[in-house]
């Protein structure tokens, strides 16, 4: 079965920086857009990055602009969120989610698959 599965969480200092990866595995990770997402307690889940099949787009919320990025290795079925610059407003569990069909990817309902998140706690 499908299986996408987020690591490199922790607790990092405002300024300081994470890499998550998401290894996936039971599907055709090219024929897949990546996304990441996140879910802050009391708050519905948001978008943070996504990157089309082949990787030639990307796409980001206005909030991690210039300080996150989205890249996948298509070769290891992998995608990762580099971090930086952390603010306490980034702490919440991301999740990373898979799409066959395409479209908004900054939409989760567009989303077949979905790991099961890792926590990110960013203090001041």
């Known amino acids: 079965q499908v299986q996408l599965v987020e690591s490199g969480g922790g607790l990092v200092q405002a300024g300081g920086s994470l890499r998550l990866s998401c290894a996936a595995s039971?599907?055709?990770?090219?024929?897949?857009?990546m996304g990441w997402f996140r879910q802050a307690p009391g708050k519905e889940r948001e978008f943070v990055a996504a990157r089309s099949r082949s990787g030639g787009m990307t796409y980001y919320a206005d909030s991690v602009k210039g300080r996150f990025t989205i890249s996948r290795d298509n070769a290891k079925n992998t995608v990762y969120l580099q971090m930086n610059s952390l603010k306490p407003e980034d702490t919440a569990v991301y999740y990373c989610?898979?799409?066959?069909?395409?479209?908004?990817?900054?939409?989760?309902?567009?989303?077949?698959?979905w790991g099961q998140g890792t926590q990110v706690t960013v203090s001041s």
């Open positions: 989610a898979a799409d066959l069909a395409g479209g908004r990817l900054s939409t989760p309902r567009q989303y077949d698959y």
């Open positions: 039971g599907l055709t990770f090219s024929s897949y857009a």
